[in-house]
């Protein structure tokens, strides 16, 4: 299993179709264990917690291939900093206080 190599950390990443390529050769040029689902463009890499600099590869590479960092996962307390998912938590923000109006679920996850 992947988590007993030590790749404890999976992302979420979509690429639009005309980039997938693109993403499989980065994917490969990095040696990192992937699966995912081809045909809606998510992919899921694998990192180990050390590789910080190739997750922050990663989201740059996703970036430039116009994809977005959260597809099926959500963006979670990981990604809620980034600048590139900022409307996004705006979205659950807004969502939050309209259907958990007294911070039950997930409290003091998103500031």
Do not use: C
């Not at 179709?17 to 694998?46: C, D, Q, R, V």
């Not at 990663?58 to 590139?84: C, F, N, W, Y």
């Not at 939050?96 to 039950?104: G, L, Q, T």
């Amino acid at each position: 299993m992947l988590v007993n190599a030590g790749f404890q950390r999976i992302e979420d990443p979509w690429i639009p179709e005309e980039n997938i390529e693109k993403f499989l050769k980065w994917l490969e040029m990095n040696t990192l264990p992937s699966y995912g689902h081809i045909s809606a463009g998510i992919f899921h890499p694998h990192f180990k917690r050390e590789q910080k600099k190739e997750i922050n590869d990663m989201m740059e590479t996703v970036k430039q291939l116009s994809g977005k960092h959260a597809a099926e996962h959500g963006i979670g307390i990981l990604k809620r900093d980034l600048p590139s998912v900022f409307t996004q938590v705006y979205k659950i923000k807004t969502l939050k206080k309209r259907y958990d109006p007294f911070d039950i679920l997930n409290r003091g996850k998103f500031r």
